[in-house]
């Protein structure tokens, strides 16, 4: 008899419709592409009937309001928390007129490195070398740390293979060795550096207007959208607190949340959750899973999103829960 009452808990368990859950949705860009080499951007119509979906469907919550109901164990049914990484322009742009006609709140972890430059990241950069449609030598040799690398770059298929080997080894440099090697690439390429519009860091006066919002949180994503676990505590230490310093100066008023850079659990180490915590009330990882009342506050999960149709979205919504 005990044994049937315990099978029937589990089954009733894992066929609920609803279940005590938060999912927090994971963002880049708001934007229609012609490269988008990592699959960062959803368009803009993509993006309002997600968002649409969302407001007539779940509790919508603000990170703020998601750390006080972790502390107060009070995780409600199927919430659902909006956050994007590394604030580029079009979220100004395109994400936030939608959030405002739609009255949906949304956290933006931003990156302090290209405030109010004219330049693209790292990653964009390595794209317009590889993706702008300037015939490429047919080989690429390079040296770096004392190691050589040879690319077959003589066709189409064998550029992307090249591109997605260098996008890993430069995400695992600090910020002066990236820049060494696009310098290198650039030149090898004879690709000329451009700023294309909407590639940009937000500028201060758009984080300002945007942190205006009652529906906007800014928080905090590191000066140089650098891989945490490559580095020393110290140089660790210099690009969360610099990274806060500086968005706190900016927005005047404090900011509670923090992204780590890429997310994943080899892309940041102890020392980063000693620094976090020191520094911050909250922060969010990017690998899947549903956040409960005995959540971690300091890696909580994120499911990353795609230019999906409506469709298709609501079926991953679905199953993320």
Same mark, same amino acid.
């Given at each position: 008899? $005990?044994?049937?009452?315990?099978?029937?808990?589990?089954y009733?368990?894992?066929?609920?419709?609803?279940?005590?859950?938060v999912?927090?949705?994971?963002?880049?860009?708001?934007?229609?592409a012609?490269?988008?080499?990592?699959?960062?951007?959803?368009? +803009?119509?993509?993006? $309002?009937?997600?968002?649409?979906?969302?407001?007539?469907?779940?509790?919508i919550?603000?990170?703020?309001?998601?750390?006080?109901k972790?502390?107060e164990?009070?995780?409600?049914?199927?919430?659902?928390?909006?956050?994007?990484?590394?604030?580029?322009a079009?979220?100004y742009?395109?994400?936030? +007129?939608?959030l405002?006609?739609?009255?949906?709140?949304?956290?933006?972890?931003?990156?302090?490195?290209n405030?109010?430059?004219?330049? *693209?990241?790292?990653?964009?950069?390595?794209?317009?070398?590889?993706?702008?449609?300037?015939?490429?030598?047919?080989?690429?040799?390079?040296?770096?740390?004392?190691?050589?690398?040879?690319? !077959?770059?003589?066709?189409?298929?064998?550029?992307?293979?090249?591109?997605?080997?260098?996008?890993?080894?430069?995400k695992?440099?600090?910020?002066?060795?990236?820049?060494?090697?696009?310098?290198?690439l650039?030149?090898?390429?004879?690709?000329i550096?451009?700023?294309?519009?909407?590639?940009?860091?937000?500028?201060?006066?758009?984080?300002?207007?945007?942190?205006?919002?009652?529906?906007? $949180?800014?928080?905090?994503?590191?000066v140089?959208?650098?891989?945490?676990?490559?580095?020393?505590?110290?140089?660790?230490? $210099?690009?969360?607190? *610099?990274?806060?310093?500086?968005?706190?100066?900016?927005? &005047?008023?404090?900011?509670?949340?923090?992204?780590? +850079?890429?997310?994943?659990?080899k892309?940041y180490?102890?020392?980063?959750?000693?620094?976090?915590?020191?520094?911050?009330?909250?922060?969010?990882? !990017?690998?899947?899973?549903?956040?409960? &009342?005995?959540?971690?506050?300091?890696?909580? +999960?994120?499911?990353?999103?795609?230019?999906?149709?409506?469709?298709?979205?609501?079926?991953?919504?679905?199953?993320?829960?």
């Amino acid at each position: 008899m $005990e044994l049937a009452y315990f099978f029937k808990k589990i089954y009733n368990f894992f066929n609920s419709p609803q279940k005590e859950g938060v999912i927090v949705l994971l963002y880049h860009r708001v934007f229609d592409a012609e490269i988008d080499s990592q699959l960062l951007c959803v368009s +803009p119509e993509n993006f $309002e009937r997600q968002m649409l979906y969302l407001k007539r469907n779940f509790e919508i919550l603000k990170v703020s309001e998601l750390l006080k109901k972790i502390k107060e164990k009070r995780i409600p049914q199927n919430g659902i928390v909006i956050t994007f990484d590394d604030g580029y322009a079009d979220n100004y742009e395109f994400a936030l +007129p939608v959030l405002e006609k739609l009255k949906i709140p949304a956290t933006f972890f931003v990156c302090s490195g290209n405030i109010d430059k004219n330049e *693209e990241s790292w990653s964009h950069q390595l794209e317009q070398i590889f993706f702008s449609h300037k015939k490429l030598p047919d080989k690429l040799q390079l040296e770096f740390n004392k190691k050589q690398y040879i690319f !077959n770059t003589s066709n189409e298929k064998v550029i992307k293979d090249t591109y997605c080997k260098l996008h890993e080894i430069i995400k695992f440099q600090n910020k002066e060795n990236r820049n060494k090697i696009l310098n290198l690439l650039f030149e090898w390429s004879g690709v000329i550096k451009k700023t294309r519009q909407y590639y940009r860091t937000l500028s201060s006066s758009e984080l300002r207007k945007m942190a205006e919002s009652e529906l906007v $949180e800014i928080g905090g994503h590191t000066v140089n959208h650098v891989c945490l676990s490559v580095l020393n505590k110290n140089e660790q230490k $210099e690009e969360i607190e *610099e990274n806060k310093k500086h968005l706190e100066k900016i927005l &005047n008023k404090k900011i509670l949340a923090f992204s780590y +850079p890429y997310g994943r659990k080899k892309d940041y180490n102890q020392d980063t959750l000693e620094i976090v915590r020191n520094n911050y009330q909250i922060a969010f990882s !990017n690998f899947p899973g549903i956040i409960r &009342n005995n959540s971690n506050i300091y890696e909580l +999960p994120r499911f990353l999103i795609r230019n999906w149709d409506l469709d298709t979205f609501k079926r991953k919504i679905k199953n993320f829960f």
